[in-house]
């Protein structure tokens, strides 16, 4: 993802001369400090992210604290 909006959609920085030299793509979002942020900075994709993430715990909880776990 690009901060600066000059560059181009579809850019990729390669390191080397080599083709199988390391290089960057661009992405469509990009984590940073737990935030996932888009290019039309609405944070949906980071709402959407949250909700898998919860999804699964409350997933996990709930088998925990089922009536049939536990002693008899």
Do not use: C
Request: charged share 25%; aromatic share 10%.
């Amino acid at each position: 993802m690009s901060i600066k909006r000059a560059l181009k959609p579809n850019y990729s920085v390669g390191f080397g001369s080599r083709p199988d030299s390391a290089s960057i793509t661009v992405s469509k979002t990009v984590k940073y400090l737990g935030v996932t942020l888009d290019p039309k900075q609405s944070y949906w994709d980071h709402v959407l992210s949250l909700k898998d993430k919860n999804k699964e715990m409350f997933t996990r909880l709930r088998s925990v604290t089922s009536a049939n776990w536990g002693m008899g």
